[in-house]
């Protein structure tokens, strides 16, 4: 089944303890892109990553890190986490930029 | 910089009803447009898309016409179902003259809360 699968789909932590949430997708894509959901802004672009190798800044990068080494997998990476990056987050991957995402299913992550 | 506009907060029509949902975009380039839907627990999920001015996408009775004159592409249905109940984002994804950009533009999600 083709498919965006992330984890964790919930994650507590507290102030400053880096972190890691995975994504990968199986069907090939090259475009990868990580958002953040918070209630009256709708979804922000953190990073984005056009192939392997190849990644820029999304609207709201602060805070974040991401990689590409395989096509597959983008991992988003929480350095020193601070409670106002306490979101849903969602990956997402698509043949490329211009064609429909495919989104996963969320990672809710509450820091304190 | 780049921006889409959409009906505010929750939109709660009866079943049966007419449904309008406002997107407005702001870009000085050439984007293609989508309208996204998103259920409880999930992720989004494509709704309908266009790719260029004049197109019209649709999805399951809905519509929505891209307008360069009016920069727009507000979500139309004649008859809205209880089954049509989710959040709908609007989005752009921004060409460029340079090329492909890779940002994806979303606005900030309009609620449609269908009454039987």
């Known amino acids: 089944e083709a498919q965006v699968t992330q984890n964790p789909r919930y994650l507590i932590t507290v102030t400053g303890k880096k972190l890691t949430v995975t994504c990968s997708q199986n069907?090939?894509?090259?475009?990868m892109s990580w958002y953040r959901q918070d209630p009256g802004l709708g979804l922000r672009q953190i990073y984005y990553?056009?192939?392997?190798?190849?990644?820029d800044k999304g609207d709201v990068p602060e805070g974040y890190k991401v990689s590409r080494k395989e096509k597959r997998n983008f991992p988003l990476i929480l350095e020193s986490p601070s409670p106002n990056q306490t979101s849903l987050y969602f990956c997402?991957?698509?043949?490329?930029?211009?064609?429909?995402?495919?989104f996963g299913n969320g990672t809710r992550l509450t820091v304190t | 910089g780049d921006s889409v506009v959409q009906t505010e907060g929750q939109v709660l029509p009866s079943e049966g009803d007419s449904l309008i949902v406002n997107c407005s975009y702001e870009?000085?380039?050439?984007?293609?447009l989508f309208w996204y839907v998103q259920y409880p627990g999930e992720g989004p999920q494509l709704h309908l898309k266009?790719?260029?001015?004049?197109d019209k996408g649709r999805n399951k009775g809905f519509e929505a016409m891209y307008r360069k004159e009016t920069t727009s592409f507000h979500l139309e249905k004649d008859s809205v179902q209880e089954s049509d109940s989710a959040v709908y984002f609007c989005?752009?994804?921004?060409?460029?003259?340079?090329?492909?950009?890779?940002?994806?533009?979303f606005g900030q999600g309009t609620t449609l809360q269908v009454k039987p």
């Open positions: 870009t000085t380039q050439y984007p293609s």
């Open positions: 266009a790719m260029k001015a004049n």
């Open positions: 997402a991957s698509s043949t490329d930029y211009n064609s429909p995402l495919h």
């Open positions: 069907m090939n894509h090259e475009y």
């Open positions: 989005a752009l994804s921004d060409r460029g003259d340079s090329g492909n950009t890779g940002k994806l533009i």
């Open positions: 990553s056009m192939n392997v190798e190849v990644t």
